[in-house]
C-alpha cells in the first residue's frame, strides 16, 4: 500500500482544472509532496513561504508548488516536462552570474544561485542560466520554462 494516499492534499477546481490541461494526475501531485515532506527536499520562497519540490518517478519529472504543512496542504500549480536536468560533474563547474533567487533550498538552507546548467534531453544536451543550489545540485526549472521553451524543446527533438 502506498503512503502517498495518506497525505490530505487540497486542490481547488480552478487547479484541477489546469492539471487536467496538462495531463497531471492527482496522485502525482501527492507524490511530489510526500517525497518532499519525506525527504527534506524541497525549495523555499523567501518571499512568499510557499514549497516547490519535484520528483521524478518514471521518465516524467513533476513540479508542485504548494503551501501548508503537517496534514493540510493546498496545491497552488504543477507543471512537468520530460528533459533531464543534469548538473553533470562537480557543482563547482557550474558558472555562476552572481545572482541570487527568491529561492531557497531546504536542506542546504542557502539561496539559489543563477548559474549555468546543463540539461540534457535523448542524446542532446543544452547550457542554460537557471536557479540552482551549489550546496546540493538542486536545479529549479522555473514553471515559464518547463511550458514555454522546454516544452517546445522537447517537441522539436522528438519531431526529428
Ligand atoms: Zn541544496
Known amino acids: 500500500m502506498s503512503t502517498r494516499e495518506q497525505i490530505p492534499v487540497r486542490i481547488d477546481e480552478e487547479v484541477r482544472r489546469l492539471l487536467e490541461d496538462r495531463m497531471i494526475l492527482p496522485d502525482e501531485v501527492r507524490g511530489v509532496i510526500n517525497h518532499a515532506e519525506t525527504t527534506g527536499r524541497k525549495l523555499i520562497n523567501s518571499g512568499t513561504g510557499r514549497f516547490l519540490a519535484c520528483h521524478r518517478p518514471k521518465a516524467v519529472t513533476y513540479w508542485v508548488e504548494y503551501e501548508g504543512a503537517g496534514d493540510d496542504f493546498q496545491v497552488l500549480t504543477a507543471y512537468s516536462h520530460r528533459m533531464v536536468t543534469k548538473s553533470s560533474g562537480s557543482t ?69
Open 92 to 160: 563547482s563547474e557550474w558558472v555562476k552570474s552572481g545572482s541570487d533567487s527568491d529561492w531557497l533550498c531546504g536542506q542546504c538552507q542557502v539561496p539559489l544561485e543563477i548559474q549555468t546548467v546543463r540539461l540534457q534531453y535523448m542524446q542532446s544536451i543544452f547550457p542554460i542560466k537557471l536557479p540552482a543550489c551549489s550546496g546540493c545540485g538542486f536545479i529549479l526549472i522555473e514553471e515559464e520554462l518547463a511550458i514555454g521553451k522546454m516544452a517546445e524543446a522537447e517537441q522539436a527533438l522528438e519531431d526529428k
